[in-house]
């Protein structure tokens, strides 16, 4: 009976220390290559967050999407960083990587037309095809931009309504931004009676451009002949102003247009019809 307690115990003592040399000389190593590989790891995504950083603040990113950008980059490194370190320390991290592929698909399908919106943020504000104080025209909007937010762009009409319009629309539509050139032209149209004189009707008009303080010398006001329409000659007088004189200019010259012509005896007709009856 001692003999087999001796051995029982010989046997136990035999395993524990099997057991302890692969804890020693097997699993201790990889715990330790594991931490520094963590360590390294987290220390590198510190750096590359913060030199992703300074690459946002020279591109001028809005600060709502450089947090997010930032936050969400941090986070993704660290993740990939513990999945590695796990499968050093021989934990099985394939149903781990499907459990949030998965995850990531369903938040995906869900909110669809939300990241639509929020892809289409992040290229606004990083590519800035317009910025805020912009007159833009797209997607059936046209107005001054007020605020670009993640998902969304605030635009002020003229008549002072604030419209939402989704960024996915603004980022994949044709957009005109008026703002992007110093200058802008304006552009008048006038119709003269057929029999009045063209060049007196030019020059009259360009006199009054000339004299409009807003009106810049370079390019130079002219007045061309669009159409021979059915009552009127179509004369358009062009112009270029500042963007910021736009429509104070256009409200002021398409008066001062009726009013110079008036002044210098030049008519402008209306449509009009002429009824012969013939008596047989």
Do not use: C
Not at 52 to 59: F, I, P, Q
Request: zero cysteines; hydrophobic letters at 50%; charged letters at 20%.
């Amino acid at each position: 009976m001692e003999s087999k307690g001796f051995m029982s115990v010989q046997s136990l003592w035999d395993s524990l220390g099997e057991f302890t040399h692969d804890v020693l000389f097997k699993e201790v190593p990889k715990i330790i290559i594991a931490l520094i590989v963590l360590w390294i790891g987290l220390k590198l995504i510190k750096l590359i967050v913060k030199a992703m950083k300074k690459m946002l603040d020279r591109r001028n990113v809005e600060v709502s999407l450089q947090s997010f950008l930032l936050s969400m980059t941090d986070i993704a490194l660290k993740v990939m960083v513990v999945i590695a370190v796990l499968g050093m320390v021989g934990i099985q991290t394939t149903s781990f990587i499907a459990v949030l592929g998965a995850a990531g698909l369903a938040v995906g399908m869900a909110l669809q037309g939300t990241l639509q919106n929020f892809a289409g943020g992040v290229i606004i504000l990083l590519l800035k095809p317009f910025k805020v104080g912009d007159y833009i025209d797209s997607a059936g909007v046209q107005g001054t931009v007020k605020h670009i937010q993640i998902f969304n762009t605030i635009v002020e009409t003229p008549d002072k309504k604030m419209v939402i319009a989704p960024n996915t629309d603004l980022a994949t539509k044709t957009l005109v931004n008026y703002s992007r050139s110093e200058n802008r032209r304006v552009d008048i149209k006038v119709g003269i009676a057929y029999g009045e004189s063209v060049d007196s009707a030019r020059a009259a008009l360009l006199e009054l451009a000339k004299s409009y303080s807003k009106v810049i010398e370079e390019p130079a006001p002219m007045v061309v002949v669009t159409a021979l329409a059915d009552s009127a000659v179509s004369l358009e007088l062009r112009v270029w102003v500042k963007n910021a004189d736009y429509w104070d200019t256009f409200f002021y010259l398409n008066q001062a247009v009726y009013d110079k012509l008036n002044a210098v005896g030049i008519s402008i007709p209306f449509n009009q019809m002429d009824v012969h009856i013939i008596n047989k």
